[in-house]
């Protein structure tokens, strides 16, 4: 059973995580001075996001809006594959190479990011519960 079941619970869950990440003081400015940005294309179900972080604060958009930018890097993944990379279930470098995740782009730039967000793991889990969804896929 997938973890998201409809592109509107997709979004429902991940915009508030997002735009939190965006905003928070651990894990925000590690984004703007990746100074990059980054488009997100789940699958599974179908839902994009893209988060600017050229500028300061880093901008969310997400749906149609998230289409009107090009990114630097492009991520694809499953929903589930994206819910177990926020929980620090899914080790990035292994999921590229088994193409779980698809990257268009500067993986360079996305790898060298990937320690900067180990406080999302927690927070991305207590962001879960704190709406009473289940963590585990």
């Given at each position: 059973m997938t973890i998201y079941q409809s592109t509107e619970e997709i979004y429902e869950v991940l915009v508030p995580f997002y735009e939190h990440l965006t905003t928070d003081p651990a894990v925000g400015p590690k984004f703007v001075k990746a100074n990059t940005s980054f488009r997100i294309r789940h699958h599974d179900p179908a839902a994009v996001f893209l988060l600017d972080a050229t500028q300061d604060?880093?901008?969310?958009r997400f749906g149609a809006e998230a289409e009107t930018?090009?990114?630097?890097?492009?991520?694809?993944?499953?929903g589930d594959d994206g819910h177990k990379f926020w929980l620090g279930k899914l080790n990035l470098p292994v999921a590229l190479a088994r193409k779980k995740i698809k990257v268009d782009g500067g993986v360079t730039k996305l790898l060298g990011l990937v320690p900067a967000l180990q406080p999302a793991y927690a927070q991305y889990r207590a962001h879960l519960e704190s709406l009473g969804r289940p963590v585990d896929a």
């Open positions: 604060p880093a901008v969310l930018q090009e990114p630097e890097v492009e991520l694809s993944m499953s």
